[in-house]
């Protein structure tokens, strides 16, 4: 877990610099609440001995902070927290148990309960400073949504939208960790180069979200974004590299990995484009991992002699 | 650059320790006493012949083969019986055991004790796996299946290639690489003989890439001889294993519940291709075999040619007797050896290696919950999902189990090696395993 914390380090270092104050706080608040709940919950509800000695509850705080904006009041933080790991993780009896993602879960969760501040972003660098009354305004998705529905077409918003390199250094509103898609491909680097994930799961979503805005794209230009923008925005990076692996809510081998993938890359597409709500990624994560235990069940590892035995 | 060849699915990479490679093959002075159960391979036990008070030789048949899955088993020493009894043996189960009170080193005149080269091979094919079956010969890497089962090729099915694994994939062990380095010329002589008694013309020998000095040497000796190719190999836990060893050689897959003939293939250990050397050629019964005597914490560690039945506190007094601190002494190698209970129990045919831990070394780490990482169904050389297994066995769910293919479980322990979790995956795997035989077995009556 240590590792994992590691490669969020990037992602954490660029959320200062952009979003100062805010994201110090909602990143402390997150982190301290998550692991001061699974203390409690274990120690005087459950009664079992805490694990917090795992890391797993610092590593579930840092992708909640990196999952909200960073002005969120600090009682929907620790709200958010009291759910992640109260309700999505240790209710589902702990650690290796839970069918969802607890951030993600909690991600939602607060979408729903707050939709007005969970969805004002900050502005970067503008913002460094504030803390509550920071300087917000919408992120490249809710632009082009906004803009697609009073019937502009993408070449007229152009000016409006970050261009291909702003965004990939995070230079966007958005979530305070999921912004700079540089410093979160730093963290996948290390993560693959501590063997920590496998590439399959990272791998199989970008290359099908890319795939298919590619298609839309070549239909229609003016209609559908690029595939590079819809890579680089929204919580695609995070949500591919930290969250889609976490390796509790994952599939158990190679080829669950490349399904589970795949299948998140089309609904996170097919929310952004035809939904009504203009991020897709947590959501189609969130039902992936509704999935996994029946790909568990049926999608099975090559078995060694398996082939043979068929043909013979 | 030269890619060396190795299987495809899974495997690991344990530190080797091999320490005691430069140990040339010593011979153990003779016990005071040796034990010798009737039963040191997979099969039937073997019917016993003698009685407590007779006198027995050096290679003298003392327990009969009770059925075609079964071996012959031989006196090592010269002296009296003095015990038939149900003794316990390494593996903790009591089986009958011939003691034998060693009395001089007098050997059957049958047996050619000079050390002179025989090439010449004369018997015929039936002949040499009829002597085979009467040196009570099993397969020495520690599978101890009767050798001249497999060598039997049932009709209808053809060997084109001959396997001799020579991989001594696991950590610690050296008996194979010495007896390569040492045995070369009678190695070879041996492989001749199985390919003769196959009717193959072909043989390949694997070895890992970690004995670049026993690889070197029989290659240049192979040349003498027709149809021997030697093969480095990768360094992978578990190449030695039968259908990894045939997959990284030919490239074929021994299908699930399936032989390596089906797919034409037949493997034979280098130690056993020396036994049969030995016995065809000398006339020599297998009643002796390297150990090798090995751990960090021993004085001195070796390689012994032991006479079966040498019991392992002999073996272990001979490298300078149980350290202080000894944690836990395991017969076989740290991947898939079993720790003794005690050290009264006799070297069989199957003892490769006998290694002494620490008790540092030795301690079980604790376990934690299982995180769900994959890493053990990504690393399992059989494909299986030990995760699931060892959920299953826990929840004594064992139809699922069989469904799951338990049974393909070739107990190899790379999942409980690499799990970061610390379970003892293979503990309940094996549990499984052996439910699943009871089911199936009892489906059948
Ligand atoms: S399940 Fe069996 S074959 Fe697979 S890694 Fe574990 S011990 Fe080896
Ligand atoms: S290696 Fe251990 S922790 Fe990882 S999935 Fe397998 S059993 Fe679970």
Known sequence: ?????????????????????????????????????????????????????????????????????????????????????????????GLGNNPFNPALAARVFMLISFPVQMTSWPLPVASRLQYI???????????????????????????????????????????????????????????????????????????????????????????????????????????????????????????????????????????RVWGSYPEGVSFAILIMNAFVPLLNRYVKPKRFGEEVKKNG | MNMLKTFSKGGVHPSENKISANRSIEILPLPQ???????????????????KGDKVKVGQIIAQSAGFVSANIHSSVSGTVESIDAVLDSSGYKRQTITITVEGD????????????????????????????????????????????????????????????????????????????????ELMVGIQILMKALNVSKALIGIENNK?????????????????????????????????????????????????????TVVHNVGTAFAVYEAVQKNKPLFERVVTVTGKILPRTANYMVRIGTSVSDLIAAAGGLPEDTGKVVNGGPMMGKALVNTDVPVTKGTSGIIVFQSKESKRKTESVCIRCAKCVSICPMGLEPYLLNKLGQQMIFDRMEQENV?????????????????????????????????IRSRKN
Request: hydrophobic share 45%; with cysteine.
């Open chain 1, 133 to 271: 009354d920071a300087v917000t305004g919408p992120t490249p998705l809710a632009i082009l949504k906004e803009g697609l529905k009073n019937g502009e077409t993408i070449s007229q918003m152009s000016d409006k939208i970050p261009t291909h390199m702003q965004m990939f250094m995070g230079l966007m509103g958005g979530s305070l960790g999921e912004i700079a898609a540089f410093a979160l491909l730093i963290g996948f680097a290390w993560l693959l180069f501590t063997k920590v994930i496998t590439w399959h799961i990272p791998v199989s979503i970008f290359t099908t979200i890319f795939v298919f805005t590619g298609i839309l794209w070549l239909i229609n230009p003016e209609k559908n974004a690029d595939p590079i923008f819809h890579l680089l925005t929204g919580g695609v990076m995070i949500g591919a590299i930290f969250m889609a692996t976490d390796y509790v809510t994952s599939p158990m081998n190679k080829a669950g990995m490349w399904i589970f993938g795949i299948g998140i890359g089309l609904l996170t597409v097919i929310i």
């Open chain 2, 212 to 264: 670049p000095d026993a690889i070197n040497y029989l290659k240049i000796i192979a040349g003498e001889y027709k149809g021997i190719e030697v093969h480095a190999l990768k360094v992978k836990y578990p190449q030695g294993g039968e259908k990894q060893l045939i997959k990284a050689l030919v490239n074929r897959e021994v299908p699930s519940g399936g032989l390596p003939i089906d797919i034409g």
């Open chain 1, 1 to 93: 877990m240590f590792n994992v914390v590691l490669a969020l380090m990037p992602a954490f270092a660029v959320s200062l610099y952009y979003f100062g104050f805010g994201a110090l706080i909602v990143t402390l608040l997150a982190v301290g609440s998550c692991v001061i709940f699974e203390y409690l919950i274990q120690k005087y509800i459950l009664k079992v001995t805490p694990t917090i000695t795992d890391g797993s509850a610092i590593v579930t705080g840092l992708l909640l902070a990196f999952n909200v904006p960073s002005n969120l009041p600090w009682y929907i933080v620790v709200f958010g927290s009291l759910f992640a790991i109260g309700v999505a993780k240790m209710s589902f009896g």
């Open chain 2, 407 to 439: 049974l393909d479980c070739m107990e190899c322990g790379s999942c409980s090696f690499e799990c970061p979790a610390h379970l003892p995956l293979l503990d309940y795997i094996r549990l499984g395993k052996a439910e699943v035989s009871k089911i």
């Open chain 2, 33 to 51: 006493k040796v034990s010798i159960p009737v039963s040191q391979h997979i099969g039937a036990p073997a019917t016993i012949l003698v009685a």
């Open chain 2, 106 to 185: 007098e050997w059957e005149s049958s047996i050619d004790r000079t050390t002179d080269l025989k090439k010449d091979i004369q018997l015929t094919s039936q002949d040499i796996i009829k002597r085979i079956n009467e040196a009570g010969i099993v397969g020495l890497g520690g599978a101890t299946f009767p050798s001249h089962v497999k060598l039997s090729v049932p009709s209808g099915k053809k060997a084109d290639v001959l396997i001799i694994n020579g991989v001594e994939c696991e950590p610690y062990l050296t008996s194979d690489h010495r007896l390569m380095l040492e045995k070369g010329h």
